[in-house]
């Protein structure tokens, strides 16, 4: 019974320990730190299979596309993990960014959302995804590849892209840490993003 108990009590350290550790390699030590290291986001991702993804990212009819494919005039890309405890936390004000986006009709269909989740399966993008209630598009990078692509950068990290009429996105936006004040963060984007907000 001891020795039961201690094995127990082993495994659970050891399965611990890999969690942090995990957590560790992309999550960032202190909130709102900025990261200069950022690559290239010209890289593809697969369709949602979700018809309702497909459509709000406005890219029914292929199997892959790129960030500049995505229709709309500014793409905010979200870098977290599932084992990140602050995208955890920051998961629902991501939410509520999302939501205040929808609501708004100078801005649904100008400004998208979307979550890249570094070393994570698509099992674990999945959980992560109904835990937190999580409605706009999150994909899965389980081998470290996109992350690798775009510079390493700790999570969260947000990206803000501008949509160009060639299919190319212009990075203008790029940032790691806590949201804090959503419609702060939102009218950040904005400014920077040149869009303007008329009907």
Do not use: W
């Not at 001891?2 to 957590?23: D, E, W």
Request: aromatic fraction near 10%; charged fraction near 25%; include cysteine.
């Amino acid at each position: 019974m001891y020795y039961q108990h201690n094995t127990s009590r082993m495994l659970n350290l050891i399965i611990m320990a890999i969690l942090v550790m995990a957590a560790g390699s992309v999550c960032i030590i202190r909130p709102g730190i900025c990261s200069e290291r950022t690559g290239s986001l010209d890289f593809d991702l697969p369709v949602p299979e979700e018809t309702l993804q497909q459509a709000y990212l406005g890219i029914q009819g292929q199997d892959r596309f790129t960030l500049g494919q995505i229709s709309g005039q500014v793409v905010i890309v979200e870098i977290f993990s599932m084992y990140c405890p602050i995208c955890q936390r920051e998961a629902a004000d991501v939410n509520a960014l999302f939501e205040r986006i929808l609501q708004d009709p100078r801005l649904r269909e100008r400004v998208k959302l979307l979550g890249i989740g570094a070393g994570n399966s698509a099992f674990e993008v999945t959980f992560f995804k109904k835990k937190y209630d999580i409605e706009f598009p999150l994909f899965p990078d389980e081998d470290f590849r996109l992350h690798k692509h775009i510079g390493e950068v700790n999570t969260p990290h947000f990206f803000g892209l501008r949509l160009l009429e060639n299919e190319k996105a212009d990075l203008f936006f790029s940032r790691s840490g806590e949201i804090e004040d959503v419609e702060k963060f939102l009218q950040t984007l904005l400014k920077e993003s040149g869009i303007t907000l008329e009907p």
